[in-house]
């Protein structure tokens, strides 16, 4: 009989949760089979069996457990139950009729119970009867009941609950929510935090994206988004605007001479930032591979420590849930943080003339006790510069004043 402890999963971490268990108590399993999932404060981690055998669990699902407790236990002697198999006498043959399969009906729609009078008002005025709440003898609508509900239109209750109701209830917290709320707060509280803004006109990387996704899709087999574009160009105005990529150590400024992108990821169980390393060395075609990649593990509660831990930047995209401005949080002990967001048609004045553009709006919240206004300002000028520019990210220059050695 071998004990299944909790493993150490990180040097600060000593408490997880039990998410799930993948095999239930009495199953069979296999050596290095996966049979449980634990959560930390920073990523979602598999357990898997040390030895074949007879599982025995001993922790329950959503226990908070310390590392070295004790999940389960699993018995070695134990021998996996072979299925058993029936052994039939063999029938004699028979000879085959044809059947003639009848068509079966779809199933009748539900009966909606009103008298006359009620049903007729329902389908002149286009009410649903479900929202409709029946007081009628034998739970029938009737026209009072319409009526009432055409005095509040659109005024529904939430859902399984009846209008009018007050019912509150109250969940706990995972460790990965306490987490985030707790950094939030540090970084809130714990830096000088401001945020400046600045717009960027989306043209030409929309004309690229529209021109070449086929052909980038075919060759890569990723699809050309625009996270490749920003994560680029904030790689090469890292490298221009070194204190926007820094940390406050101690008494000393770390400058990082490398850009390790984080990437927020929204997921079910909340918000996670996962490390793509070493930014500056990537092509377009690696960047979208490596945050399609993430997304997915991510999505399946697959990030591991390691791909949460470091990073030097953070960029986060509330454009795909429709915000237009915001003032994103530092992600500590991080320095800046870039906030993209909806891409939305604006009239702009361009050499004299209005036209519409598809603008982008750009927020960079810094920590003003080691970045002044001139590097903040300055970096997200660069990066809209790039970005309004995309040939620029090939060399990290404009291609004409290259050539003209300007």
């Known amino acids: ?17 039990l998410l799930r268990w993948n095999k239930k108590s ?12 634990l959560e930390s404060e920073k990523a979602t ?5 040390e030895k074949a055998g007879l599982l025995t669990t001993i922790a329950a699902e959503g226990d908070q457990l310390k590392i070295g407790d004790v999940l389960a236990t699993i018995d070695e002697t134990a021998k996996p139950v072979a299925p058993k198999l029936e052994i039939t006498a063999p029938k004699p043959p028979t000879v085959p009729t044809v059947e003639v399969v009848k068509p079966v009906d779809a199933a009748p729609a539900p009966e909606v119970k009103a008298t006359p009078l009620a049903s007729a008002i329902l389908a002149d005025k286009k009410v649903d009867p479900s929202q409709v709440k029946p007081s009628g003898p034998q739970g029938k609508i009737i026209r009072e009941d319409v009526l009432k509900a055409l005095e509040k239109p659109g005024q529904l209750p939430f859902a399984g609950q009846e209008a009018g109701a007050r019912s509150d209830r109250k969940e706990k917290m995972s460790n990965l929510r306490k987490t985030i709320a707790k950094r ?23 004309e690229i994206r529209s021109f070449h996704k086929e052909k980038f899709k075919e060759k890569h087999g990723v699809g050309l988004g625009f996270m490749s ?3 680029k160009a904030c790689s090469i105005a890292l490298q221009e605007w070194p204190s926007v990529n820094a940390s406050i150590d101690g008494d000393s400024i770390l400058y990082h001479d490398y850009a390790d992108i984080s990437i927020a990821v929204s997921t079910p169980r909340g918000l996670t930032v996962p490390v793509m390393r070493n930014v500056e060395s990537m092509s377009m075609a690696d960047i979208e591979k490596n945050v399609a990649a993430l997304a997915v593990k991510a999505r399946d509660s697959k990030l591991t420590a390691e791909d949460l ?24 002990p991080q320095s ?7 891409i939305q048609e604006r009239p702009m004045a361009i050499a004299g003339q209005v036209v519409i553009r598809p603008m982008m709006y ?15 300002v300055g970096f997200l000028v660069r990066v809209k510069e790039l970005l309004e520019s995309p040939e620029q990210l090939l060399i990290g220059k404009d291609p004409v004043k290259t050539l003209l050695q300007l």
């Open 309 to 332: 831990t470091g990073g030097t930047f953070t960029i986060t995209n509330g454009g795909v849930f429709g915000s237009l401005m915001s003032t994103p949080i530092i992600n500590a």
């Open 26 to 37: 009495g199953d069979y399993v296999a050596i290095d089979e996966v049979i449980a999932e």
């Open 184 to 206: 939030l707060v540090e970084a809130k509280n714990g830096t000088a935090m401001l945020t400046t803004f600045n717009e960027v006109d989306m043209t030409r990387i929309l």
């Open 1 to 17: 009989m071998i004990e299944i402890k909790v493993p150490t999963v990180g040097e600060s971490i000593t408490e997880v949760q």
């Open 229 to 231: 574009f920003f994560a």
């Open 45 to 49: 981690f598999e357990v898997n069996a």
């Open 336 to 342: 800046a943080i870039l906030g993209m967001h909806k």
């Open 362 to 376: 750009l927020a960079l919240s810094y920590d003003h006790r080691i970045i002044d206004g001139r590097e903040s």
